[in-house]
């Protein structure tokens, strides 16, 4: 070597042991010369080939490839002189050595040194141009000319920047600034990259997924061929039984959809696994560094640039690992993203092709949690997985390095860490037991507030406030119980966390020092280990979690993977191209079952349908009419035969199918909108006078599953997407059972009929309305499944079979039906109106005003697209308004008659006033308290490390150092000490967190009980569910854990920088800077990640709405042949998601490489400060502050993400806030002013001057009223609808309060009164009959007031004392939610028998209207007649036949009074009640 360089090659005296280091020129010109040139050949063949295959086009000319390519001719120039330099000596006979031509020529031929001026010269402008070219080839290049153009309007920035950029995630900066600047909207987001979307990655997986399938195909194929083998040579076994024998020897594999996944998304995968391999590589150098930096310290005459050169390399490592680290994470991420898109997507594509049997199989609830838990969970699991083998190595790393450091004894330690996870699991497991304890009372508990909200009219009107309020609170006292079990595990679990680290140490050097007395425990053994410790600590606590989490995958995956197995319907089971001439249909000796094992519902069917002709299928329920519309659709199994249908079919089922879409786009359904034709087909299924009543005309949102639509409105809009979609055969599966008759009689004749608009077309008819038969072509008639009968009308007739009987059974019914019919639907708008308890009286027979139907209707659809579930605190709840902009709003509606006020969003951060307000809930001495236990903690835990530190510089003395006893003595005690601090705080937190709990809901449920019946008619019922939910659920659990952390590495980072400075004081100069820097990044991330997070959950939950709405229409979109663009619907949805889910990982991973960057500051000047003040220090200290050093960016990372959840989180303290502090009612009692015991005595009413308005704002429901009533008197309140007769009992229990005058009772003004004091002593008899989940008992006498015989004796006097008593519970008889359980006639009995129990001297009846019969109406009449004889009573009457004898008639009409006389008088004065009485036949 000496020869070929001139001179030696390494020289440890020249390079290592000096102030002013230097390599040699040897090792100079050929080791860092050649390295390089090497790598560029070694890589070039690679590049070329490349260049060959990628086809990018030509290489733009832009100003950075100009000055690139001038840079790269210099140095290319520079190295060549080098060479001819060399020549030129050589020449002169100089002879230089052999290196210095072949490295000038090795570099100069790949791109382009030294005792002579020449050559020191060249050697700085090679080494500057070298610089300015990296520099150069950090900046992006332009796309080369001809490449592909993205069209895209709003790209990816990442597509676009350079190498470094990525890197650091720089190119995200520009989108934090915005976000910090103004809240993130969709339009600010992103598209996604080409390799995210939907279609790209569904796609690849499906194709996987077939393939996989494909081969397991084969696979059974190869068996079956054997098979026939092993027939023929054993033809007397007979066949089945060789099949059997083959069978059981070879069990097929099924398809595995793990290897799907793996094949689409490991090679991604396995990138970011690679780099987590070299992290975990890396996160080792460090703690040997810290053993050579201590060393150093120690070695008094070692060179100062050592030292410089170890922290230079601490910083080196540790910014290399966060790059490589974040890189890893990414990689995760996105392939957890990606997984969540490809699984959603294959699972929504399956459920369009699924077999009805297999979706039978499971529910539509199970399906959609399929694509939200379980795709979710894969989601979860992609972050960890590689901890599978990560943490195994890094264990194993550890245990390595601290075996060479103190041998054997690190064995103690390890089995004290191995101790703790059995411990831990213990835990974990008791905890999980307990939430589901919790859930089990929070389910209970929403639930019955959910009804509480729901009857809470009713419960004013009772004065039941306090005996539900109770039951409430009960309920919460439970959960709140299992709560603090659950917060003493907790805390426990956090002292284990902590302790662990600082125990194992302990143990270690306990035993380390005890072994052997000559085994010396100093600075560079102590805490390099420590610095192990810690990385051991996390591996160890992730082992347990990953593993469980694979485990919870592994059975979503089996439950994926089951759904994705099912049978599919075969596409060619109804054939579509041959068919005989002149017919649509034909069916020749079909079977068709539901499933292959069940037995089949339509047996040797033969059908033959000329074109044009209307066919009507009748028969018996269940004997197979929609199975028959199903076969033709080709939805059931066809056992045997053939089926052809030729021509596009359009669908109407028998349950209308309505999409959450404008009323518009049900009917179009994806057609192109053609204004004309869309008007005749609005006219002919009569849905004209519906869209005058819809609030937007056809732009109404209609709410899921057509919620805000009666049933024969959906039936008309399913009619009219068919009748719109103008394809050649109509399947219509009983269109006319869910409107009135004389709807059904125009819709038969303007569509269906033969001169209706489909002539002409074929059309099939399910029916049950005879009245239609005799105008359709030809009749079939189903028995038990088989065709008994086919013909025309009149040849039915004459035959005289079934058909014939069928006419007879239902032609008795027939006019019957007819009446029945309009009262049915009349009856589901009014129910429907009165849950929504509006209280414009809608429940005349008249027909209902618009107004009060359009106000009911504006509810709804708010309320629907509100959603219940909000998945996110503060969606933006205004999707009603914002789907169509382009429509002109529609001229009739004034916009500030809005029922629903739409709810406010907080946007921003959050008021420090929350957080004072949380505190308070706490209480301020608990919240101190915790503080000062924290510090306490830390002072503990850095007194522990200091002694530590002192120890390993007392000094060794003959090879041993003294009194190690008092040394493990004190360190155990303050750590311990530290310990036990931990267990005290986290315990008062976790107690202080339930304080607030508990005083927050109190206080809301206070509030809402005592809020005025106005703010429930505007605020709808989710929202408020919503606060005793999700934001109460948030204070439960979410917000004091978040807590927990935040202190924890708030103190943890203030600790480090307590030592850092207090061993070298001038660190205190950059801690400044770094603060600022930090403080920015903080900011930035926060603003942007939150409302990054808002927008995510806004977008997530239209994923899973429009999935389980696919479900229950799949044989819908399935007959309009839609499936491709619903599948393209869906994708777009999920793309939506992802497009704000994306940013939303990169801002993480930003503000990791930002934050983790403050973190290697701290190291590198915590090191470099121990360099420079190496004189004044012990090794103790320095290792002290840079093994605290290198922990701190761990919790300066957490820090950041546990002030965002936090500022996230406690916006919940906020809206519950914001709901216990609405204006409350007048007190229920006052003292002073209870009236007598016995009041109201006489029962005389009298109003006077009395004037009403539901809320300020709106007009006068009652005008100047004033009128007397005698005590007992029985007087009926008539008026039509909106007249204020319901007003007026409404003002009596004061649910409204006066504007003006007075009601006196007994001569007591009620206005002076507490409120239950007043409601107590009336008694009422409801309009809708509302009953509560619970005992019978409860329902009659929740406050326990009464002896059962009394209660018995109510029941028997209202006619229910067979029913109860026939019941095996009796009293106890369990009602469920609403009583559905109970018939609607029996829940009116209910509410009779309160009043019965009640029974004071004024009744107030607000009869019931369509929904009773009027049996039940007879039995109310004559026992209130009966047992109420001398008490007032005011019947709102709707029937007037009720009414002809009470002592006089209150004539209501628009809020003042018209009439008020005995019935008689009226009459015979022919006014307003003569001709009432006169339409109901009774003057």
């Known amino acids: 070597m000496e020869v070929f360089c001139g001179s030696r090659f390494w020289d440890s005296n020249l390079s290592i042991h000096t102030d002013n280091p230097d390599l040699t020129p040897c090792f100079q010109n050929t080791i860092l010369a050649w390295i390089p040139s090497i790598y560029l050949w070694t890589a070039l063949p690679f590049y070329l080939l490349y260049l060959k295959h990628s086809r990018r086009g030509y290489i733009v000319l832009s100003v950075l490839s100009r000055f690139k390519t001038l840079f790269g001719v210099l140095l290319w120039c520079v190295s060549w002189a080098d060479l001819f330099y060399s020549f030129h000596e050589l020449l002169q006979s100089r002879m230089p050595p052999p290196v210095y031509f072949v490295t000038p020529l090795v570099v100069g031929i790949t791109m382009g040194h030294v005792n002579e001026r020449f050559r020191f010269a060249t050697f700085y402008i090679y080494f500057a141009l070298i610089i300015i070219e990296l520099i150069l080839s950090c900046f992006k290049e332009k796309p080369p000319f001809f490449s592909p153009v993205n069209t895209d309007p709003n790209p990816s920035p990442e597509l676009t920047s350079g190498f470094l950029s990525r890197l650091t995630f720089w190119w995200f900066t520009s989108t934090a600034i915005l976000g910090y600047k103004r809240p993130l909207e ?23 997924w077939d393939k996989e399938k494909a081969e397991c195909k084969q696979k059974e194929d190869v068996t079956y061929r054997k098979k026939s083998n092993h027939v023929l040579n054993h033809v007397g076994d007979g066949p089945e039984e060789a099949e059997v024998l083959i069978r059981d020897k070879k069990q097929n594999r099924k398809p595995s959809f793990l290897k799907a996944l793996l094949r689409t998304f490991g090679p991604y995968f396995l990138i970011g696994s690679f780099f987590k391999l070299i992290q975990d590589l890396l996160s080792f150098v460090n703690p040997q560094l810290l053993s050579v930096l201590i060393s150093f310290i120690k070695n008094k005459d070692a060179p100062a640039w050592w030292g410089f050169l170890i922290a230079a390399l601490m910083f080196t490592c540790a910014v290399l690992q966060t790059l490589i680290l974040h890189q890893h994470f990414q990689y995760c991420f996105v392939t957890g993203m990606r997984l969540r898109t490809g699984i959603t997507g294959v699972i929504y594509r399956k459920s369009l092709v699924i077999t009805n049997s297999a979706k039978r199989s499971s529910t539509v609830g199970e399906i959609v949690n399929l694509m939200s838990v379980d795709a979710q969970r894969f989601m979860d699991l992609m972050t960890f997985l590689n901890m599978l083998w990560s943490a195994p190595l890094q264990i194993f790393l550890a245990l390595y390095f601290l075996w060479q450091a103190l041998g054997p004894s690190v064995l103690a330690g390890v089995a004290v860490m191995v101790l703790l996870i059995p411990f831990n699991s213990a835990i974990a497991m008791k905890t999980r037991a307990f939430q589901v304890e919790q859930m089990r009372y929070k389910d209970s508990r929403i639930k019955l507030m959910n009804e509480i909200l729901g009857g809470i009219k009713v419960l004013k009107l009772y004065a039941w406030e306090p005996s539900f309020s109770e039951k409430v609170l009960e309920i919460r006292r439970n959960e709140l119980r299992v709560l603090k079990k659950s917060a003493y595990l907790n805390s426990l679990s956090t002292f284990a966390w902590i302790s662990a680290p600082f125990l194992v140490a302990l143990t270690t050097f306990a035993v380390y020092v005890s072994v052997d007395e000559n085994n010396i425990l100093d600075a560079e053994k102590a805490f390099v280990s420590l610095s192990l410790f810690n990385i051991l600590k996390f591996p160890l606590n992730m082992l347990p979690q990953v593993i469980s989490n694979i485990a919870q995958t592994s059975v979503s995956l089996k439950r994926i993977q089951q759904f994705l197995s ?11 191209k041959v068919i005989a001439p002149g017919y649509t249909i034909s069916v020749k000796n079909a079977t068709f079952s539901w499933g292959k094992d069940l037995k089949p519902s339509l047996k040797d069917i033969n059908l033959l349908v000329p074109s044009g002709a209307l066919v009507a299928i009748v028969g018996h329920v269940g004997c197979g009419k929609s199975s028959l519309v199903s076969a033709l659709l080709g939805e059931m199994e066809k056992l045997e035969g053939e089926v052809a249908v030729k021509g596009s079919v359009a669908y109407v089922p028998q349950q209308a199918w309505i999409q959450n879409a404008t009323l518009k786009d049900n009917i179009l359904f994806g057609q192109a909108p053609n204004e004309q034709k869309y008007q005749n087909v609005l006219e002919a299924c009569a849905l004209k006078t519906d869209l005058e009543v819809l609030p937007g005309g056809d732009q109404t949102e209609i709410g899921e599953k057509g919620i805000n639509l009666s049933g024969g409105q959906r039936q008309r809009v399913s009619l009219a997407r068919a009748v719109f979609s103008n394809s050649d055969i109509y399947l219509l599966d009983d269109p006319l059972s869910a409107v009135d008759s004389h709807v059904a009689k125009h819709i038969f004749d303007k569509v269906i009929g033969p001169d209706g608009v489909l002539k002409g077309k074929t059309r099939i008819l399910v029916t049950h309305g005879i009245g239609f038969l005799p105008q359709v072509d030809h009749i079939i008639v189903l028995v038990d499944g088989k065709i008994s009968e086919m013909g025309s009308y009149q040849d039915l007739l004459k035959q005289n079979k079934a058909f014939a009987e069928f006419l007879r059974n239902y032609a008795l019914d027939e006019d019957i039906e007819e009446d029945e019919l309009t009262m049915v639907e009349e009856e589901e708008v009014l129910l429907a109106e ?32 509100e959603g219940g579930e909000c998945p996110n605190k503060m969606s933006t709840k205004r ?91 004190v360190y155990a005690a303050l ?38 019946q106005s703010f429930y008619d505007t605020t709808p019922t989710g929202r408020i569910i919503n606060r005793f939910s999700k934001d109460i659920y948030v204070i439960d659990e979410v917000i004091p854990p978040t807590i927990l952390m935040f202190l924890g590495t708030f103190f943890t980072s203030l600790s480090t920088m307590i030592v850092i400075i207090a061993s070298t004081p001038l660190f205190a100069v950059v801690i400044v800077p770094l603060a600022i820097l930090y403080f920015f990044v903080q900011r930035f991330y926060v603003a942007t990640s939150r409302q990054l997070k808002r927008l995510e959950s806004v977008s997530r939950s239209p994923i899973y709405s429009h999935f389980s709405e696919t479900i229950s229409g799949a044989s819908v979109i399935r007959a309009y042949r839609r499936e491709k663009s619903f599948v393209d619907i869906s994708d777009l949805k999920v793309d939506e998601n ?21 973190g290697n500051c701290i190291v590198l000047f915590a090191a470099l400060f121990a360099v420079i003040g190496k004189n004044s220090l012990n090794a103790g200290l320095v290792g002290l502050s840079v093994s605290y050093a290198l922990q701190v960016t761990l919790s300066l990372n957490w820090m950041v993400r546990m002030t965002s959840d936090l500022e996230t989180n406690i916006v919940a303290v906020e809206r519950i806030k914001e709901y216990s502090e609405t204006e409350t009612e007048a007190p229920w009692i006052i003292e002073d002013k209870s009236p007598p015991e016995d009041w109201p005595s006489k029962g005389e009413l009298e109003f006077v001057n009395y004037s009403v308005r539901y809320r300020k704002g709106l007009d006068l429901v009652l005008k100047d009223l004033n009128l007397q009533v005698h005590g007992g008197e029985k007087i009926g309140i008539v008026g039509r609808t909106g007249a204020g007769k319901s007003s007026m009992t409404l003002c009596l229990f004061r649910i409204l309060e006066a504007a003006k005058g007075e009601i006196k009772i007994d001569g007591v003004r009620i206005s002076e009164i507490g409120l239950h004091d007043l409601r107590s002593r009336l008694t009422i008899i409801p309009q809708d009959p509302v009953l509560f989940s619970g005992t019978l008992r409860m329902n009659l006498d929740p406050f326990n007031k009464y002896s059962d015989e009394e209660i018995w004796k109510a029941l028997e006097l209202s006619h229910l004392k067979r029913f109860v008593s026939s019941q095996p519970s009796m009293l106890e008889y369990e009602c469920s939610e609403g009583g559905e359980n109970l018939s609607v006639g029996q829940r009116q009995l209910v509410c009779l028998a309160r009043a019965l129990l009640r029974k004071t001297r004024i009744l107030i009846l607000d009869e019931a209207t369509a929904a009773i019969d009027l049996e039940t109406d007879d039995l109310i009449q004559m026992t209130i007649r009966t047992q109420f004889e001398d008490c007032t009573v005011l019947t709102i009457a709707h029937r007037l036949n009720t009414i002809m004898d009470y002592t006089r008639i209150l004539v209501l009409d628009n809020g003042t009074i018209a009439e008020f006389d005995t019935p008689a008088n009226l009459i015979a004065s022919k006014g307003i009640f003569y001709s009432m009485a006169k339409d109901a036949g009774l003057a």
């Not at 951060?909 to 001495?925: C, E, G, I």
């Open 566 to 576: 099912h049978d599919e319907l075969d596409p060619n089971c109804v054939e579509t």
């Open 834 to 865: 009165d849950t929504l308890s509006i209280h414009t009286d809608l429940a005349d027979n008249e027909p209902v005003t618009n107004e009060a139907r359009k106000q009911f209707l504006r509810q709804l659809s708010v309320i629907s697209s």
């Open 186 to 208: 969709d339009k600010d987001l992103w598209s996604l990259n080409e390799d995210d979307t939907s279609k790209s990655i569904v796609q690849q997986l499906s194709k996987e």
């Open 879 to 969: 999707r009603v308004c914002e789907k169509k902009p382009a429509e002109p709003p529609l001229p009739r509606k004034n916009p500030n008659e809005k029922l629903i006020q739409a709810e406010t969003t907080e946007t921003g951060t959050v008021k420090l006033t929350v957080f004072w307000q949380y505190m308070k809930a706490v209480s301020p001495v608990i919240s101190l308290a915790i503080c000062f236990l924290y510090c306490c903690q830390n002072a503990a835990s850095i007194g522990a490390n200091v002694w530590l530190s002192d120890w390993t510089n007392e000094p060794v003395i003959n090879g041993t150092q003294h009194n190690t006893s008092m040394r493990i003595g």
């Open 975 to 1012: 750590g311990l000490l530290q310990g036990l601090i931990v267990l005290v705080s986290s315990f008062t937190l976790a107690m202080g967190g339930i304080n607030a709990a508990r005083t927050l809901h109190t206080a809301l449920l206070e509030n809402k009980f005592r809020t005025p």
């Open 1138 to 1158: 992802q497009k704000s889910y994306y940013p939303g990982i990169v801002s993480n991973r930003w503000l990791g490489i930002r934050v983790e960057f403050v």
